[in-house]
């Protein structure tokens, strides 16, 4: 496929890739394990970096009017932490979604004090070591049940120089009547630890130009003259890593903090959290003290964000954010999630259809209306085949992969074009599909009369298999388009996951399934005449380009030995296919001798289409920008330049992938955006997907990807930043500028 017909393209998508891209936006939070497939509910979640239960804690049963708690207990190996509700510069806080019984209901977590675990200029605010983060169940007095079936799905990140999310599935089951108290001590460790709450009496938080004063009273008296630490529970306020005053008054404790320049909200009350100081690896923080102060005199302005999105994906995240704030109990969260991945699916697959290899088949059997446009029910069939086979083909692959990966294979979403045999495979389809469109060659001179009227005599057939073939060479154009998407339907349960396969497969078949049933469609197609078989001749080209492409794919897997025998075996069949259509002698002469070459070199270096190249170092590939170079990529090679306290840019790119190579030569090649990521003392990294690579898959998923291209920046201390597929020099340079 040509990078110039994929430009052609890109900017009338654009827009409707930000709408899209909104509609996954919700299903783009990565987790450990999550690309896995669904995990059985457990009450234990261990991997190398923490280690999760759901515990509880009943002593007098779990009937109406006692005290019934449940928790996520998480044991943090050393150096690693996960978030508070406000997890401060960076992080998420953990999330925790409860399936309960009717009759019972689960209350808010009873966060323990954090303490603050500074990286650099910047802070989050966490817990290491041991924690217990509690919540109480209320349990109606209709209840009647014998015991309660507790399930939760839990999400956290957990941090050290990186970050890795982590989720699991949990579930107990607790008895009413008897006694749950094995985790006691536990919970009483989290509620000692947990922020007592105090009046405000004339407490009170001043905001000014760049800074919030805070002066508060009543503080207990063993804190006098020592230093605390200052935790607000909403988000975004201030700058928790930048330099910041306190100081004692008698009583009365005061604080000069930085304001963040770009704050989203200006509330008339504080809540905070205010503790003493505690040495890290001991889990919360000492106890605390929460107050909700009162805000006095006027918020300053603040700053706009920089714009590192597009305006219409910007809008979307921020309608996602607002959702998410009025968002209804968790039962309603899955299939939220699974609808929006159906609405991206269905627009995903409409965009494939402006695909340069796609569209010349979808336009040709489109326009076949304009020449039976009488034939109503003929057309009706006919529409109901190609949309049977383009679904059913999408829930084919999506099939294998789902049992490819269930089997332990480490495959993403385009495996298919990782095998040269797949690749040289689709090559000579598209070399047919080629020479047939040009004319060169009709199937009914080549192949015997009985299996040429096939076509005549089963129209619905050859409709289906039109389907099966379109879905063959678009399927590895959908990942630009289905990243977020995909990558959750592999983590749905195996109905659901199919179901958004077929969603795509339905949007791509959908513009010829409206043709062949709303009559409107078919009258406004252009009307039967000579051009369309200049028409047909011109989208040829498209075709034979796409050859040339999957010609270079192989080349880098199978190098240039496989690359050019599969290119002499392409000659040959094209001199095969011209010779069938010739007539008397000369078809017999040429045809035959054609044929005997084609087994010949078949069997001579035929082998070396389908033979890997050892794999060889990667080499660093120099840039217009002098000192900034692309190097290989090694999850070794990420973690050393991270924890050097470099920013790492990471390309996750295939060569069988337009996209990645329409942004490589287009936005990564700026050199503005050279000139920024040299400014910014930026590491490149390259990852190769082009062949079966586990490593690569793995960081695909720890970013909640399925398939090429993905872009992520990763600094110490930050969640990586993950762009879209599509890039501009605007975002990459916004992104940048935030490092």
């Known amino acids: 496929m040509p990078l110039n017909a994929f430009s052609s393209v890109r900017h009338a998508t654009r827009h409707l890739l930000g709408a899209l891209l909104l509609a996954l936006a919700p299903l783009s939070v990565p987790a450990q394990g999550l690309l896995s497939g669904a995990a059985p509910a457990q009450t234990v979640v261990q991997s190398d970096q923490a280690r999760a239960e759901l515990l509880a804690h009943a002593p007098e049963g779990a009937g109406p009017g006692q005290p019934v708690w449940v928790g996520l207990q998480i044991t943090h190996a050393p150096d690693w932490h996960t978030y508070w ?19 019972v209901t689960a209350g808010a977590i009873a966060w323990p004090t954090p303490r603050k675990f500074p990286i650099g200029n910047l802070a989050n605010y966490g817990y290491d070591g041991t924690v217990v983060l509690p919540v109480p169940l209320t349990v109606d007095p209709g209840f009647t049940g014998s015991h309660i079936d507790v399930k939760l799905q839990a999400t956290w990140l957990v941090c050290r120089k990186e970050c890795i999310p982590e989720e699991g599935s949990f579930a107990l089951r607790l008895p009413v009547r008897g006694s749950t108290g094995l985790h006691g001590a536990a919970f009483d460790a989290s509620f000692q630890t947990a922020p007592k709450d105090q009046p405000a009496q004339d407490s009170r938080a001043a905001p000014e130009p760049g800074f919030l004063n805070v002066a508060l009273n009543g503080l207990p008296a063993a804190w006098r003259g020592q230093a605390l630490e200052f935790f607000p529970e909403a988000a975004g306020l201030i700058e928790p890593g930048q330099p910041w005053t306190q100081a004692w008054d008698g009583e009365r404790w005061t604080a000069r903090v930085p304001l963040s320049p770009h704050r989203s909200d200006s509330p008339d009350r504080l809540a905070l959290v ?35 999105v597009p305006e219409a994906l910007q809008a979307a995240l921020d309608a996602n954010a607002a959702r998410a704030t009025a968002a209804t109990p968790a039962v309603g969260a899955t299939s939220l999630t699974l609808g929006a991945a159906l609405l991206g699916a269905l627009l995903g697959g409409l965009i494939l259809n402006l695909m340069p290899c796609v569209f010349p088949v979808l336009a040709i059997k489109v326009l076949a209306f304009a020449q039976h446009a009488d034939n109503r029910r003929a057309h ?8 049977a086979g383009v679904v059913l083909s999408f829930v084919a692959l999506g099939a294998l992969l789902l049992g490819l990966r269930a089997a332990g294979e480490q495959l993403g979403w385009g495996f298919q074009l ?35 009227s096939l076509q005549a005599r089963n129209p619905t057939t050859d409709a289906f298999l039109t389907g099966v073939l379109a879905t063959a060479i678009a399927s590895p154009c959908t990942a630009p388009f289905m990243g977020a998407s995909l990558g959750l339907a592999i983590a749905l349960p195996a109905a659901q996951a199919l179901a958004v396969f077929a969603a795509l497969g339905l949007g791509m078949a959908l513009p010829y399934l409206l043709a062949s049933w709303v009559p409107a469609v078919a009258r406004a197609l252009p009307r039967p005449g000579a051009w369309m078989a200049t028409f047909r001749h011109l989208m040829a080209f498209p075709m034979f380009a796409t050859v040339v492409w999957l010609l270079w794919v192989l080349g880098q897997q199978s190098g240039i030995d496989g690359a050019a025998a599969l290119l002499m075996l392409l000659v040959v069949l094209a001199l095969l296919v ?3 259509g010739l007539r008397g002698r000369g078809r017999t002469v040429i045809a035959g001798l054609s044929l005997v070459g084609l087994a010949w070199l078949g069997w001579t270096i035929g082998p070396n289409v389908t033979r890997l190249q050892d794999p060889t170092p990667g080499q660093a590939v120099a840039t217009a920008v002098e000192g900034v170079s692309w190097q290989p990529w090694s999850p070794q090679a990420q973690a050393e330049l991270v924890a050097q306290g470099r920013p790492v840019f990471v390309d996750f790119t295939a060569a069988w992938c337009v996209t ?6 287009t936005t990564l090649a ?70």
């Open 274 to 308: 205010v503790a003493q100081a505690s040495p890290a690896g001991q889990g919360p923080g000492s106890p605390g003290v929460r107050l909700d102060v009162p805000v006095q005199g006027t918020w300053p302005a603040a700053a706009p964000l920089p714009a590192a």
């Open 418 to 452: 990782q095998s040269p045999g797949v690749v040289a495979a689709l090559a000579v389809l598209f070399t047919l599909i080629g020479l047939n469109l040009a004319g060169l060659f009709e199937f009914g001179s080549v192949l015997p009369s009985r299996i040429a």
């Open 578 to 580: 011209w010779a069938l």
């Open 670 to 739: 700026d050199a503005s955006v050279l000139g920024d990521m040299a400014g910014k003392n930026v590491a490149l990294l390259r990852a190769d997907w082009t062949r079966r690579d586990p490593a690569v898959t793995a960081a695909l998923a720890s970013l909640g990807r399925n398939g090429v291209p993905v872009y992520a920046i990763y600094k110490n201390g930050q969640t990586p930043q993950v762009l879209t597929e599509v890039l501009s020099v605007e975002e990459v340079r916004a992104a940048l500028a935030r490092l």
């Open 380 to 387: 009706r069939a006919n529409g109901i085949a190609y949309t």
């Open 85 to 103: 509700k406000n997890s401060g510069d960076s992080g998420l806080p953990t999330d925790l979604q409860w399936t309960l019984p009717p009759g």
């Open 660 to 665: 990645c190579q329409y942004n490589k030569r």
